[in-house]
């Protein structure tokens, strides 16, 4: 108990240093357990890095047009006489049990508005079967074209990880409970702040913290072992993609032969932009490395800007489906990366100890996100394919990118 009260008053210098005292408030009230995990999660909150990250919320980023020039890429229906050996190349190295297939399932889903893991929605096909069990219909259908059983990670995030597994559990993980090639893995998390930058505590009495963004995959494959999983099972190439695009093709073997012909350390899919206002970030070269502007930083006149034939110069949309190789996802993920604001809603208790649901946003979360790392890249192949064979994200709970938009690619996709 002693203990306790001495370690209490160190951390409250703390606290009072950087303005946080209220994480306190209502420390006397929680049982035991959870007034040690609350003094746990402070001792190790980088209070600096709030402070800071807070300090950046109110700027507007604009990235000077300078910096940013086109990327090349290739089109996948103008392969040409290079189709048969790039796919040649890629089906070797799977069929060698090379690649592995990474799912980012911690996102939050808050347009989406379902109650569970977003893995778990059912986007209402005939079947009823859920974004993770489409993603892993497709994952064993792939296995069985290359008679190889390709290892499947997943991301989840501290609030839906034991429900992501226990969903899994209790379907007997789609097949592959004998398989044992299948891993889960938490990616980290950041406080949440108001907009006075004070931290907040959520209904349970501790910091309120949310998933620190797709760019934590990098750190989280690191951290939680499992690359050094991945090498253990002869992984060399790690395809990275999210959980909410029922038509990610997680084995592409063109796409991987590109990478391992042209030897460079990353490809990743595009899209076609459906138009300059479409809002989706594209892939480019910053400073001369491969890098994605988002839609929210690109400067309109080169948003518009068309070539001679009429396409628009910035127009390969990052779809999150990106084949790294797995050097270099173990350098991304040893290196830092900036983190973006978002403003969020967020039931928190005040200071006087009362539970508070806003009617909107009012706090901010940090994310980092994927591509910031790509700088960390030499080079990077961009292969364009078809929108409708490879992308059909569901985000918002109705009109564009909806269940409703994505079971319609999907049928017709799959002939269904
Ligand atoms: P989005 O950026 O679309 O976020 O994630 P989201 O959480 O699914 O939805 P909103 O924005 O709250 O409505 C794209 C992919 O990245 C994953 C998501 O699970 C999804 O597969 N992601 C996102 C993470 O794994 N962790 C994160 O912290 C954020």
Same mark, same amino acid.
């Given at each position: 108990?002693e203990d ?20 306190l408030?209502?420390f ?11 003094l746990?999660?402070i001792?190790?909150?980088?209070f600096?890095?709030?402070?800071s ?12 047009e300078?910096?940013i ?14 189709y048969?050996?790039?796919q ?7 069929r !060698? %049990? @090379? ?13 989406? /508005? #379902?109650? =569970?893991?977003?893995?778990t929605?059912d986007?209402g096909?005939?079947?009823?079967k ?9 994952l ?6 290359y008679?190889v ?16 597994i226990?969903?899994f559990a209790?379907?007997r993980?789609f ?10 893995f ?6 949440m702040?108001d907009? !006075? %930058? @004070? ?8 910091i309120?913290?949310?998933?620190? /963004? #797709?760019? =934590? ?9 499992m690359t050094k999983?991945m ?13 909410d695009?029922?038509?990610?093709k ?13 030897q ?6 595009s899209?076609?932009k ?10 480019c070269?910053k ?13 309109e006149d080169m948003?518009?800007a ?7 110069i910035?127009g ?22 900036p983190y973006?604001?978002?403003?969020k ?8 100890g009362?539970?508070?649901v806003?009617?909107?946003?009012n706090?901010y ?11 960390e890249l030499?080079?990077m ?22 269940p409703?938009t994505?079971?319609?690619?999907y ?6």
């Amino acid at each position: 108990m002693e203990d306790m009260e001495a370690r209490k008053e160190s951390i409250m210098k703390t606290l009072k240093k950087y303005s946080q005292e209220h994480l306190l408030n209502g420390f006397d009230k929680l049982e035991e357990s959870k007034q040690k995990e609350l003094l746990d999660q402070i001792e190790t909150t980088d209070f600096e890095l709030i402070n800071s990250l807070y300090n950046h919320t109110r700027e507007d980023v604009k990235i000077p047009e300078s910096q940013i020039a086109p990327i090349e890429y290739l089109d996948k229906d103008k392969l040409n006489g290079y189709y048969r050996s790039f796919q040649e190349t890629g089906e070797k190295a799977i069929r !060698e %049990g @090379k690649l592995a297939a990474v799912t980012m399932a911690g996102g939050q889903g808050t347009r989406l /508005g #379902h109650s =569970g893991p977003k893995g778990t929605f059912d986007i209402g096909l005939e079947s009823h079967k859920s974004l993770f069990e489409l993603l892993s219909d497709s994952l064993k259908e792939q296995g069985k074209k290359y008679d190889v059983i390709i290892p499947w990670f997943i991301m989840t995030s501290k609030e839906n990880n034991a429900d992501t597994i226990e969903f899994f559990a209790k379907r007997r993980y789609f097949g592959r409970e004998k398989d044992k090639n299948i891993f889960f893995f938490e990616q980290g998390e950041l406080p949440m702040v108001d907009t !006075e %930058g @004070k931290i907040l505590i959520g209904e349970d009495g501790l910091i309120k913290e949310a998933a620190d /963004g #797709h760019g =934590g995959i990098y750190e989280a494959l690191v951290k939680n072992g499992m690359t050094k999983k991945m090498r253990e099972l002869g992984v060399e190439w790690i395809f990275i993609g999210g959980v909410d695009n029922c038509l990610v093709k997680m084995v592409d073997p063109i796409l991987m032969g590109i990478a391992i012909q042209k030897q460079v350390t990353a490809a990743g899919k595009s899209v076609v932009k459906a138009n300059p206002q479409e809002k989706v970030g594209v892939f480019c070269k910053k400073n001369g490395r491969p890098s994605v502007v988002e839609y929210t930083e690109i400067p309109e006149d080169m948003a518009k800007a068309t070539d001679e034939r009429g396409e628009l110069i910035y127009g390969e949309s990052h779809i999150l489906c990106n084949l790294f190789n797995i050097d270099a996802v173990e350098r991304m993920g040893s290196k830092p990366l900036p983190y973006h604001t978002a403003f969020k809603k967020a039931t928190y208790i005040d200071k006087n100890g009362n539970k508070v649901v806003p009617d909107g946003p009012n706090a901010y979360k940090f994310e980092a996100f994927l591509f910031d790392a790509f700088g960390e890249l030499d080079d990077m192949a961009i292969l364009r394919v078809k929108r409708e064979e490879e992308f059909a994200p569901v985000k918002n709970a109705s009109g564009v990118d909806s269940p409703e938009t994505a079971r319609e690619l999907y049928r017709k996709f799959y002939n269904l």
